[in-house]
Nanobody, 124 residues
């Protein structure tokens, strides 16, 4: 059974940092790209960043470039999203998702498996 479990969300002041984790199981991790998405109330789900588990290529949305860093620990089948210089507009539920053999895509419709999400709230 494929499982993606996010953790690390919480409440932080603007300018602060959080690190999200996405623990994956039930599939061959190296065959997949893992993406981070977020959805704020009343808004569509937005792609934030993704990483190829096989070669480590990374991609970021313009809104988070220079502030967020995605990384992968293949030994632990876990992907991280380090979020620095957080802004109130980063407030959302953050989801990780997996797609096989597809790299550099931040369209939610392309992803096959999803976690349950973790809430990130940035206060001003």
């Amino acid at each position: 059974e494929v499982q993606l479990v996010e953790s690390g969300g919480g409440l932080v002041q603007a300018g602060g940092s959080l690190r999200l984790s996405c623990a994956a199981s039930g599939f061959t991790f190296d065959d997949y790209a893992i993406g981070w998405f977020r959805q704020a109330p009343g808004k569509e789900r937005e792609g934030v960043s993704c990483i190829s588990s096989s070669d480590g290529r990374k991609y970021y949305a313009d809104s988070v470039k220079g502030r967020f860093t995605i990384s992968s620990d293949n030994a632990k089948n876990t992907v991280y999203l380090q979020m620095n210089s957080l802004k109130p507009e980063d407030t959302a539920v953050y989801y990780c998702a997996a797609v096989k053999f597809l790299v550099g895509v931040l369209r939610a419709t392309e992803y096959d498996y999803w976690g349950q999400g973790t809430q990130v709230t940035v206060s001003s």
